[in-house]
């Protein structure tokens, strides 16, 4: 009877580890909005699904042109698609801007979908 205790607690925790591993469109929305704020924007574009060097560059450009800035943000919902391969992330967001100083809070919807596995947010 022990070894059987033992066996399911040691099944238990491979599936809670692999669990906690994996990430979720939550997950990887905060990540992108923690690296905006932190004003790493080559890292913000590792969690879009955007894939040449030029795309790329055009959002940073758009993000510096316009002096966009995440003050604060707060991910309201999560909805997947029942083939689980795509995600709408619902966040609520404070940003300033090169024409907006004052702080704007609105709620945007990003679009995820799965690219090798993987969360990306839909640029």
């Not at 607690?9 to 491979?14: C, E, F, R, T």
């Not at 604060?72 to 907006?100: L, M, P, R, W």
């Amino acid at each position: 009877m022990k070894k059987l205790i033992v066996i399911l607690l040691a099944v238990a925790a491979v599936f809670g580890m692999t669990s906690c591993n994996s990430s979720s469109p939550s997950k990887v929305v905060t990540s992108y909005y923690k690296a905006l704020q932190a004003g790493d924007l080559e890292k913000a574009m590792t969690y879009t699904d955007l894939t040449s060097d030029e795309e790329i560059q055009k959002q940073i450009e758009k993000f510096n042109t316009f002096e966009i800035k995440v003050q604060n943000f707060e991910v309201v919902s999560e909805t997947i698609a029942d083939d689980g391969n795509s995600a709408v992330v619902e966040v609520k967001q404070t940003v300033t801007s090169a024409f907006n100083s004052e702080p704007k809070e609105d709620t945007k919807k990003l679009n995820l979908v799965k690219v090798d596995g993987k969360w990306k947010i839909h640029e």
